[in-house]
């Protein structure tokens, strides 16, 4: 069945411009990173300022952190931690055939894209203010390791724990997509000033790139905002 994500009321009180567009995905076809991969991650580096709202949707993203006590200077949201690291190396390390083509979107969009392996989520994921208490499995110096989430904190959970700490910022081991993944769950998250109609045109270049990679590959969207969820 399709992934159909919550988000909860407290996060458009925190950010009423809040927007996201739920990707679904099944038959997909992951492989190793390639050619064709490499190059969408090179051209996206080279045209990290071509989204004319690219500066202040991140500025925007930082101001919603600070909004919910994290530090975004220590712990960006997705992108900007992306775009610091092409700036520094010219180009974005592989990872899979899957991960490679949203990390190029991400970066052209200038737009946090998360990417699950569906199969391996208990439950549907929500976008919640943290407890405190939820696990979050990750590795620190080469270890596995469980840390918890800070109260208040903006998280992406399911039933088992955090699949994703401060809002987009880092994702858990335990739902990553590899090479073997083949459901898949994306999330593309806008604030203002971002064009709405961006968004959706990266929700088609996503849709467009996975069918490039797994003709077969069926998929669904869900448009989320304050208003509630609709097909986009």
């Known amino acids: 069945m399709p992934v159909e994500p919550t988000i909860a009321p407290e996060i458009f009180t925190l950010r009423p411009d809040f927007t996201a567009l739920s990707i679904y995905a099944e038959d997909v076809r ?8 490499e190059t969408l991650l090179r051209d996206a ?6 989204a ?3 500066e202040a949707h991140l500025a925007s993203w930082r101001d919603a952190y600070r909004a919910f ?20 190396d010219g180009m974005l390390p592989t990872v899979n055939a899957v991960v490679d083509l949203y990390n190029a979107l991400s970066l052209r969009h200038a737009l946090p894209v998360g990417g ?3 199969a391996l989520y208990e439950g549907s994921p929500h976008l919640i203010r943290a407890a405190g208490d ?19 904190e903006v998280v992406w959970r399911d039933d088992r724990g955090i699949t994703c700490r401060r809002w987009n910022w880092r994702q858990g081991i335990r739902t990553r997509i590899t090479e073997h993944s083949t459901r898949m769950w ?16 990266a929700g088609e270049n996503l849709i467009e790139g996975l069918q ?11 448009y989320l905002d304050a208003s509630g969820r609709s097909a986009p």
């Not at 990750?138 to 800070?150: N, Q």
């Not at 994306?186 to 045109?201: H, N, Q, T």
């Open 69 to 88: 006590g994290a530090k975004p200077q220590r712990t960006p949201c997705s992108v900007e931690a992306l775009r610091k690291r092409a700036q520094r």
């Open 134 to 152: 939820e696990p979050f499995d990750t590795v620190a110096e080469g270890a596995p390791r469980i840390e918890t989430a800070e109260q208040g």
């Open 116 to 118: 699950e392996d569906a």
């Open 30 to 37: 992951n492989k190793p990173s390639g050619a064709h991969s």
């Open 45 to 50: 580096c080279l045209a990290l300022d071509s």
């Open 186 to 201: 994306f999330v593309l998250e806008r604030l203002e000033p971002m064009p709405i109609e961006a968004l959706l045109e």
């Open 212 to 222: 490039r990679l797994s003709p077969g590959v069926r998929t669904s969207r869900l």
């Open 52 to 54: 004319p709202w690219a």
